[in-house]
């Protein structure tokens, strides 16, 4: 299963997003030219997932490791719409179309919560 988990904090305009899959690593250098980048030829060797968020309306820029992917996003642009854009480019071209489901603090809580309640159980049931 295809997991991911989103960093996000208030009022930055970048987060982080962590997969459960190894990514594709292209080792590529950015050509440097008086102080800029050049774009061009660094999105010539960018893996085609990371081109397809880049081409997303509001993408200012990304960079990724083996389990990660930073995005930044202009500032007039608002998270809540371009992260199901995000998510929706990466099940397809990730995940061959299927869906990627998300890690959330809440689903890793009740999975301690519950294991921690069966080990009382157990402890109640069986006083030492």
Not at 53 to 59: D, E, R, V
Request: aromatic share 10%.
């Amino acid at each position: 299963m295809f997991r991911y988990k989103i960093d996000k904090k208030e009022g930055r305009n970048f987060i982080v997003i962590h997969l459960n899959r190894r990514l594709h690593k292209i080792d590529y250098e950015c050509v440097e030219d008086s102080g800029d980048f050049d774009e061009a030829w660094k999105h010539e060797k960018m893996p085609s997932f990371l081109r397809h968020i880049l081409q997303i309306n509001g993408i200012e820029d990304l960079s990724y490791d083996m389990y990660s992917i930073r995005i930044e996003k202009g500032e007039v642009f608002c998270w809540n719409e371009l992260i199901p854009q995000i998510i929706a480019n990466l099940e397809l071209d990730l995940n061959g179309g299927e869906k990627m489901y998300p890690i959330t603090a809440k689903n890793r809580y009740n999975r301690r919560k519950k294991s921690s309640c069966k080990k009382d159980l157990v402890s109640a049931n069986n006083p030492a």
